[in-house]
């Protein structure tokens, strides 16, 4: 069983900065990878941005330059860093991770989400 918790979304101007958070907890062997996909209203689910183990990372085209990714030293929490941001990227940020389980299991686990809202 793994939950993913995520926190750091809120309410900032246009041009501001957050700071997202993610913590994987329960029966986790590793996870590889985890990263941050976001929705809008009436817009697909997207991918925002993903790390792997080996520290590999990989963006959306619309957040390069304006969105960094990183993890701690246990792999079992990821962060983003939110730069510049624009009315864009208001959307409902769910924490995504592919774990094996330390029963060898492999599965994919969502977050509830945390909502970002970029005001203009």
């Known amino acids: 069983q793994v939950q993913l918790l995520e926190s750091g979304g809120g309410l900032v101007q246009v041009g501001g900065s957050l700071r997202l958070s993610c913590a994987a907890s329960?029966?986790?062997?590793?996870?590889?990878?985890m990263g941050w996909y976001r929705q809008a209203p009436g817009k697909q689910r997207e991918l925002v941005a993903k790390?792997?183990?080996?520290?590999?990372?990989d963006y959306a085209h619309s957040v390069k330059g304006r969105f960094t990714i990183s993890r701690d030293n246990a792999e079992n929490t990821i962060y983003l860093q939110m730069n510049s941001l624009k009315p864009d990227d208001t959307a409902l940020y769910y924490c995504?991770?592919?774990?094996?389980?330390?029963?060898?299991?492999?599965?994919?686990?969502w977050g509830q989400g945390t909502q970002v809202t970029v005001s203009s």
């Open positions: 329960g029966s986790i062997f590793q996870i590889d990878p």
């Open positions: 995504n991770a592919r774990v094996v389980t330390r029963e060898m299991k492999e599965t994919t686990f």
């Open positions: 790390i792997t183990r080996m520290g590999i990372t």
